[in-house]
C-alpha cells in the first residue's frame, strides 16, 4: 500500500565543528603548546577567542589556531556521545543528511575526510564559501537543521524548518531569550536530538495523513506552516491519533 504520508527523504542539515566533532579539548591543547595560553571554554569559538586573545594584546587569530589544527591534528577532533547511533537510527527511518559548513577550502576537504571515516550515513556536504547558509537551507529544502551556534540558529528563523540549539559546555552562556524559545528547539545530548527529529517526522506525517497531502519536498513549506499555526494541544492530540491508528 502507498503511503505518500510518509517522506521518502527527510532531509536534516548539521552543522561540523561542536556537532558532529567536538573540538575544544585539542583547541585547548595546542593554543598552550603553540601560544603558551590557556584557553577558558568561553574562547574555542571564533568571536571568543579573537576577543580573548585582543584584551591580551596578543596577535593569534582563531583562524590561524584552527588552520594549524586542521591541517596537522584534524583526526583528534572527538566524535559526541550516541552522535553515530542517533544517525545511522534516523538513517533506517528515511532521514538523509547534509552537512553545511563556511570552511575555507582547505579546511573544508579534511571535514569531509573525517565525517567518511566516521559517519558513513552522511553523503552530502556543501561548503557556502561564504555566502549565508540561508540560501542552501532554502535550495536544500530542509526540514530541520542542528548547530551549537546560536547566532547562526537564529540567522535562520525566517526559513520553514525546525531549528535545533545543540546546547555545549562552552556555550553555557548562551540562553536561548524569550522569542527564541518559540522558534529555536534546545537539546544537550544526541538522544535527546534523534527524540526531537523523531517528533518533527512524526508531526510532518500526522499533518499529510490528516490533510491527505503527499509529504515531500514541494510540500515541506506548506507542512511547516501547518504544524507552527497548530496549538501545541491540537498538535499533540493529532500526534497521539496518529502514532495509535497508523504509526
Given at each position: 500500500?502507498?503511503?505518500?504520508?510518509?517522506?521518502?527523504?527527510?532531509?536534516?542539515?548539521?552543522?561540523?565543528?561542536?556537532?558532529?566533532?567536538?573540538?575544544?579539548?585539542?583547541?585547548?591543547?595546542?593554543?598552550?603548546?603553540?601560544?603558551?595560553?590557556?584557553?577558558?571554554?568561553?574562547?574555542?569559538?571564533?568571536?571568543?577567542?579573537?576577543?580573548?586573545?585582543?584584551?591580551?594584546?596578543?596577535?593569534?587569530?582563531?583562524?590561524?589556531?584552527?588552520?594549524?589544527?586542521?591541517?596537522?591534528?584534524?583526526?583528534?577532533?572527538?566524535?559526541?556521545?550516541?552522535?553515530?547511533?542517533?544517525?545511522n537510527a534516523l538513517s533506517k527511518?528515511?532521514?538523509?543528511?547534509?552537512?553545511?559548513?563556511?570552511?575555507?577550502?582547505?579546511?573544508?576537504?579534511?571535514?569531509?575526510?573525517?565525517?567518511?571515516?566516521?559517519?558513513?550515513?552522511?553523503?552530502?556536504?556543501?561548503?557556502?564559501?561564504?555566502?549565508?547558509?540561508?540560501?542552501?537551507?532554502?535550495?536544500?529544502?530542509?526540514?530541520?537543521?542542528?548547530?551549537?551556534?546560536?547566532?547562526?540558529?537564529?540567522?535562520?528563523?525566517?526559513?520553514?524548518?525546525?531549528?535545533?540549539?545543540?546546547?555545549?559546555?562552552?556555550?553555557?552562556?548562551?540562553?536561548?531569550?524569550?522569542?527564541?524559545?518559540?522558534?529555536?528547539?534546545?537539546?544537550?545530548?544526541?538522544?535527546?536530538?534523534?527524540?526531537?527529529?523523531?517528533?518533527?517526522?512524526?508531526?510532518?506525517?500526522?499533518?499529510?495523513?490528516?490533510?491527505?497531502?503527499?509529504?515531500?519536498?514541494?510540500?515541506?513549506?506548506?507542512?511547516?506552516?501547518?504544524?507552527?499555526?497548530?496549538?501545541?494541544?491540537?498538535?499533540?492530540?493529532?500526534?497521539?491519533?496518529?502514532?495509535?491508528?497508523?504509526?
Amino acid at each position: 500500500m502507498v503511503k505518500p504520508w510518509i517522506a521518502k527523504q527527510f532531509i536534516v542539515g548539521l552543522d561540523f565543528d561542536g556537532v558532529l566533532a567536538l573540538g575544544v579539548d585539542i583547541k585547548r591543547k595546542y593554543a598552550k603548546k603553540w601560544y603558551g595560553i590557556d584557553l577558558p571554554l568561553e574562547a574555542t569559538k571564533e568571536a571568543g577567542f579573537d576577543s580573548f586573545m585582543r584584551a591580551r594584546g596578543q596577535p593569534y587569530t582563531y583562524h590561524q589556531l584552527i588552520g594549524e589544527i586542521i591541517a596537522r591534528h584534524m583526526m583528534e577532533y572527538k566524535v559526541p556521545q550516541g552522535c553515530q547511533q542517533t544517525l545511522n537510527a534516523l538513517s533506517k527511518r528515511g532521514v538523509a543528511y547534509v552537512t553545511i559548513t563556511s570552511r575555507r577550502q582547505s579546511y573544508y576537504e579534511p571535514m569531509v575526510q573525517f565525517c567518511h571515516e566516521h559517519f558513513p550515513s552522511i553523503r552530502y556536504f556543501h561548503n557556502t564559501k561564504d555566502q549565508p547558509k540561508t540560501d542552501f537551507a532554502k535550495r536544500l529544502r530542509l526540514r530541520a537543521y542542528v548547530d551549537d551556534g546560536l547566532s547562526k540558529l537564529q540567522e535562520l528563523r525566517d526559513i520553514p524548518l525546525e531549528l535545533i540549539y545543540f546546547r555545549q559546555e562552552e556555550n553555557r552562556r548562551e540562553d536561548l531569550g524569550r522569542k527564541d524559545k518559540d522558534r529555536i528547539h534546545e537539546a544537550k545530548s544526541w538522544k535527546a536530538i534523534e527524540d526531537l527529529i523523531i517528533d518533527v517526522m512524526d508531526l510532518h506525517e500526522a499533518i499529510c495523513w490528516d490533510k491527505g497531502c503527499p509529504n515531500n519536498v514541494y510540500a515541506s513549506e506548506y507542512i511547516f506552516q501547518e504544524s507552527h499555526k497548530m496549538p501545541r494541544e491540537r498538535r499533540q492530540k493529532l500526534l497521539q491519533r496518529y502514532r495509535s491508528q497508523v504509526r
